[in-house]
T-cell receptor
Framework: GAVVSQHPSWVICKSGTSVKIECRSL??????MFWYRQFPKQSLMLMAT?????????EQGVEKDKFLINHASLTLSTLTVTSAHPEDSSFYIC????????????FGPGTRLLVL | AQKITQTQPGMFVQEKEAVTLDCTYD???????LFWYKQPSSGEMIFLIY??????QNATEGRYSLNFQKARKSANLVISASQLGDSAMYFC?????????????FGQGTTLQVKP
C-alpha cells in the first residue's frame, strides 16, 4: 500500500518557539502533498498544497509566514509553525498523492501540537 | 457556500445492523470525486470508498457501499452489519476535477457509535 508517516506524533512546546513537522511518503513518490489542521471534534481544514520544488499554495486565511511549508523532495514535506502560540495548538495532518489519477490522498497519522 | 454537508452530527446503530450516513454536495464541475473516510479516536484518516462522477454503478468495498444519487447530489455511505470497531467519526469529502492533485473539501463529520 501507500504509507505516509509523520514525525513527531506528539509535540509540546513553549509559546514563542518554532516547531517543525515532517511528512514522508515511505513507499511512493508523492506528486503533491497537503497539510490540514483539525480542532477537536471538527472537520479537517486544508491549510496548503505543496508540490515538490515549488512554493506552496496557501488557503485563504492561512498565514504563509507563520506556517512555513517546504517540499524539498518527492518524499518529504515539512511544516514549520513559527513563533507558536497556544491558539496554534491543534492536530496537524498531512496527506500525499501518487501519480496515478483518481486515487485517494494517503494520510499520515497526524501530529498533535500543544503550545503552552 | 458549504460544498459538502453532513447533517448528522451523531448517529447510533445496534451491532449487526446497517446504518446510512448522509452526505450532500454542491458543485458546478461535471467532473468530481467523492470520498468517505473513517477517523477513529487515534486520529488517523482511513480511506473507505470512492465514487467518481462518471461512474455508472454505486461503489462498494466490503461492508461499505456508497449510494450515489447524482441528480440529488447525494453520496450517502451505507455500512452493513455494523461492528463495534466501526465506532468512529466519518467524513465525506469531494474533490473537484478528476486529477488527484486537486484538494479535498471535507464535510463536518458524523460521529457513529455502535451499541453492543
Amino acid at each position: 500500500g501507500a504509507v505516509v508517516s509523520q514525525h513527531p506524533s506528539w509535540v509540546i512546546c513553549k509559546s514563542g518557539t518554532s516547531v517543525k513537522i515532517e511528512c514522508r511518503s515511505l513507499d511512493f513518490q508523492a506528486t503533491t502533498m497537503f497539510w490540514y489542521r483539525q480542532f477537536p471534534k471538527q472537520s479537517l481544514m486544508l491549510m496548503a498544497t505543496s508540490n515538490e520544488g515549488s512554493k506552496a499554495t496557501y488557503e485563504q486565511g492561512v498565514e504563509k509566514d507563520k506556517f512555513l511549508i517546504n517540499h524539498a523532495s518527492l518524499t518529504l514535506s515539512t511544516l514549520t509553525v513559527t513563533s507558536a502560540h497556544p491558539e496554534d495548538s491543534s492536530f496537524y495532518i498531512c496527506s500525499a498523492t501518487r501519480r496515478e489519477a483518481q486515487e485517494t490522498q494517503y494520510f499520515g497519522p497526524g501530529t498533535r501540537l500543544l503550545v503552552l | 457556500a458549504q460544498k459538502i454537508t453532513q447533517t448528522q452530527p451523531g448517529m447510533f446503530v445496534q451491532e449487526k445492523e446497517a446504518v446510512t450516513l448522509d452526505c450532500t454536495y454542491d458543485t458546478s464541475d461535471p467532473s468530481y470525486g467523492l470520498f468517505w473516510y473513517k477517523q477513529p479516536s487515534s486520529g488517523e484518516m482511513i480511506f473507505l470508498i470512492y465514487q467518481g462522477s462518471y461512474d455508472q454503478q454505486n461503489a462498494t468495498e466490503g461492508r461499505y457501499s456508497l449510494n450515489f444519487q447524482k441528480a440529488r447530489k447525494s453520496a450517502n455511505l451505507v455500512i452493513s452489519a455494523s461492528q463495534l470497531g466501526d465506532s468512529a467519526m466519518y467524513f465525506c469529502a469531494m474533490r473537484e476535477g478528476l486529477s488527484n492533485t486537486g484538494k479535498l473539501i471535507f464535510g463536518q463529520g458524523t460521529t457513529l457509535q455502535v451499541k453492543p
